[in-house]
């Protein structure tokens, strides 16, 4: 299993960039996936979620209405599409796969088995 987060980079306040995370080594079609992310001296954190199929989207309260979470099966591929961004959304941004079988929430990063490296935005003028 391999998850290889990217699009990540330099922005300036009200800024917009769009992440992938191109998935392999599993059938990506029939897992839900998540995106979280970091900032410096932080624990992570979950930003956003999307069911197998993407008919189903969460977000923590802070983003919603500024990023959306998507996915293209055929591509196994998923995105995160990041508006009007502040520098207070500077951190490393991972995607996860969520467990076959989770056992506490989609908010908690426990209920993911996979994760990509990682990709850094920073926010700043």
């Known amino acids: 299993v391999q998850l290889q987060a990217s699009g990540g980079g330099l922005v300036q306040p009200g800024g917009s960039l769009r992440l992938s995370c191109a998935a392999s080594?599993?059938?990506?079609?029939?897992?839900?996936m998540g995106w979280f992310r970091q900032a410096p001296g932080e624990e992570r954190e979950f930003i956003a979620f999307?069911?197998?199929?993407?008919?189903?989207?969460f977000y923590h309260d802070f983003v919603k209405g500024r990023f959306t979470i998507s996915r293209d099966n055929a591509k196994k591929t998923v995105y995160l599409q990041l508006n009007n961004l502040r520098p207070e959304d500077t951190a490393v941004y991972s995607c996860?796969?969520?467990?076959?079988?989770?056992?506490?929430?989609?908010?908690?990063?426990?209920?993911?088995?996979?994760w990509g490296q990682g990709t850094l935005v920073t926010v700043s003028s």
């Open positions: 999307i069911t197998w199929n993407g008919g189903d989207t």
């Open positions: 080594g599993f059938t990506f079609g029939t897992y839900a």
């Open positions: 996860a796969r969520r467990r076959t079988n989770p056992f506490t929430s989609i908010y908690d990063q426990a209920d993911y088995d996979y």
